[in-house]
C-alpha cells in the first residue's frame, strides 16, 4: 500500500474516533431520566432497591413486626414519593425473599420471620436492657438540631417541598399508625439528607432507631400521631421560610412529644 494511502486510512480511522468520542461525549452530557424520590439517595441503587431496603430496615429494626399490614400501596406511593411500578418491584421481591406475603384485600403483612434474625446487624442499641431515655434524647437533641438548622440554611428548593409534602401528608395517617411510621422514617431522612453531611446524617440515623419498640407503642395511643403531624408541619413550614430558629425551636418540641410518649409507653409496658 503507498504512503498516500497510508496517510488516507488513518486520517479515516482518526475521524472515525473523533464521531466515537463526540457521540459519547453527548451522550455523557444528556441528563439521565430520573425517577421521583428522595434526590440525594445514591444513584447505584435501582428505586426498587431502595425501597425494600426502607422498609427491610423498619422490619430490622423493630418498627415494623410480624403480623403488622403494610400501608396501601397509594400510601406507600405517597410517603416515598414514586410511582406504583417501582413501588410494586420491592414488594415483590420481599415476598420472594419470605420478608412479606400478600393476603386477601391486596394489602401485604410482614410475616412470621424471626426479628432476633433482622434486628442483630442493624441496631446493636435496641438489645440495651438498661435504656436511658433521657440520655438518649439528650443525644437525638445534639444531633438533630443541628442537622435541622444546617437544613434550613442549606436545603435546595425540591428539597424543601419534599419536606413539606411528607409534613402534610401525614394528615392522612391519623389512624393508620404502620403508614405514619413509615411516613415518619420519610421525612426525618429527607431533612437529614437536605443538611448535606452525611456523618451526622448516619448518627441520626442510629439515634433514631433506638428504642422503636417502645416508641412503635406510643404511636397506637390515640391523639399521639395527630400532634407529631402538626409538629411536623411546624418544622418543615420553619425550612420552607429559611427560618433556622423557627424550624430548631419547632424540632425541640417534637423531641420532647417524642420522649415523653416513649416514657408513658415504658412505664404502661412496665405496670
Given at each position: 500500500?503507498?504512503?498516500?494511502?497510508?496517510?488516507?486510512?488513518?486520517?479515516?480511522?482518526?475521524?472515525?474516533?473523533?464521531?466515537?468520542?463526540?457521540?459519547?461525549?453527548?451522550?455523557?452530557?444528556?441528563?439521565?431520566?430520573?425517577?421521583?424520590?428522595?434526590?440525594?439517595?445514591?444513584?447505584?441503587?435501582?428505586?426498587?432497591?431502595?425501597?425494600?431496603?426502607?422498609?427491610?430496615?423498619?422490619?430490622?429494626?423493630?418498627?415494623?413486626?410480624?403480623?403488622?399490614?403494610?400501608?396501601?400501596?397509594?400510601?406507600?406511593?405517597?410517603?416515598?414519593?414514586?410511582?406504583?411500578?417501582?413501588?410494586?418491584?420491592?414488594?415483590?421481591?420481599?415476598?420472594?425473599?419470605?420478608?412479606?406475603?400478600?393476603?386477601?384485600?391486596?394489602?401485604?403483612?410482614?410475616?412470621?420471620?424471626?426479628?432476633?434474625?433482622?434486628?442483630?446487624?442493624?441496631?446493636?442499641?435496641?438489645?440495651v436492657t438498661e435504656y436511658d431515655v433521657h440520655e438518649h434524647f439528650e443525644a437525638r437533641a445534639v444531633v438533630d438540631l443541628a442537622l435541622v438548622r444546617m437544613c434550613t440554611e442549606r436545603a435546595v428548593p425540591e428539597m424543601r417541598k419534599r419536606i413539606l409534602d411528607l409534613a402534610r401528608d401525614g394528615r392522612a395517617f391519623h389512624h393508620d399508625p404502620v403508614a405514619f411510621r413509615l411516613l415518619d422514617i420519610e421525612f426525618h431522612q429527607a431533612i437529614n439528607i437536605g443538611a448535606g453531611n452525611e456523618m451526622l446524617q448516619a448518627l441520626a440515623q442510629g439515634l433514631y432507631d433506638v428504642a422503636l419498640d417502645v416508641r412503635r407503642l406510643a404511636s397506637t395511643v390515640p391523639g399521639t400521631i395527630e400532634i407529631s403531624v402538626r409538629q411536623h408541619c411546624d418544622v418543615a413550614e420553619a425550612i420552607m421560610d429559611d427560618d433556622a430558629e423557627a424550624a430548631v425551636v419547632a424540632y425541640r418540641a417534637h423531641l420532647e412529644h417524642v420522649r415523653d410518649t416513649t416514657i408513658q409507653s415504658m412505664n404502661k409496658v412496665r405496670s
Open positions: 500500500m503507498s504512503e498516500t494511502a497510508n496517510r488516507k486510512e488513518d486520517r479515516s480511522a482518526a475521524g472515525m474516533a473523533d464521531d466515537g468520542f463526540a457521540a459519547l461525549l453527548e451522550a455523557e452530557r444528556r441528563p439521565a431520566p430520573k425517577e421521583s424520590f428522595a434526590p440525594a439517595l445514591l444513584d447505584r441503587q435501582s428505586i426498587s432497591e431502595q425501597v425494600a431496603n426502607r422498609i427491610l430496615a423498619m422490619i430490622k429494626s423493630g418498627n415494623l413486626k410480624s403480623g403488622d399490614r403494610l400501608p396501601t400501596e397509594q400510601q406507600m406511593c405517597i410517603a416515598f414519593g414514586i410511582s406504583r411500578p417501582p413501588l410494586r418491584e420491592a414488594l415483590k421481591a420481599l415476598t420472594l425473599m419470605g420478608v412479606l406475603e400478600s393476603r386477601q384485600g391486596g394489602r401485604y403483612t410482614v410475616t412470621d420471620l424471626s426479628p432476633s434474625r433482622l434486628v442483630a446487624p442493624f441496631s446493636v442499641m435496641l438489645s
